[in-house]
């Protein structure tokens, strides 16, 4: 299978952005998790250059161009300084296991480096084993709270880039 990844830059990607969200949002609902980032995505989707500037990140998409078929997403931002955060890495259940999720941090990870951030951070659900093992295996460590979101049913990790 041939995917790409690469920025959303265009209406029709952002269009994309915003079912893969509402997939990410049900997703958290089925996980009793929607209170911790759910409730963000509709003002996210409102202004998504506000939130993610290209300059600070963006959005990036995995995508198969054959079929146009959107696969995953994944978003950078800028926290503070030199330190950037990976958010909402979302691979439909139907697209899961085939390493896109590992494509997409690595993309994000690439573009990190490129705008010259020197640490990443990312939360992710306690509950959720399997993101835990792929940040792990990437390198990331677990580090304190950066944020709000209780300590309770969420992780946290770090990178240093």
């Known amino acids: 299978m041939d995917v790409r990844t690469g920025a959303a830059d265009s209406e029709d990607d952002f269009q994309v952005i915003a079912q893969l969200w ?3 949002g049900d997703y ?3 996980i009793d998790c929607y209170d911790l980032g759910g409730e963000t995505i509709e003002p996210e ?4 250059a506000k939130h993610y500037p290209p300059e600070d990140g963006g959005i990036y998409l995995a995508t198969q161009p054959e079929k146009k078929v959107a696969l995953g997403t994944i978003a ?3 926290l503070n300084g030199n330190t950037g955060e990976l ?4 691979v439909p259940k139907a697209h899961q296991g085939q390493g896109l999720g590992k494509k ?11 705008i010259g951030y020197c640490r990443l951070l990312l939360d992710t659900f306690r509950n959720q084993p399997g993101p835990q093992r792929l940040y792990k295996s990437l390198g990331f460590q677990e580090c304190p709270p950066y944020n709000s979101y209780p300590v309770d049913k969420m992780m946290f990790f770090e990178m240093e880039l």
């Open 22 to 24: 509402r997939g990410y």
């Open 28 to 30: 958290l609902r089925d």
């Open 45 to 48: 989707l409102a202004a998504l």
């Open 76 to 78: 950078l931002n800028r």
């Open 87 to 90: 958010r909402r890495l979302y």
């Open 104 to 114: 997409l941090i690595l993309h994000a990870m690439a573009q990190a480096r490129r």
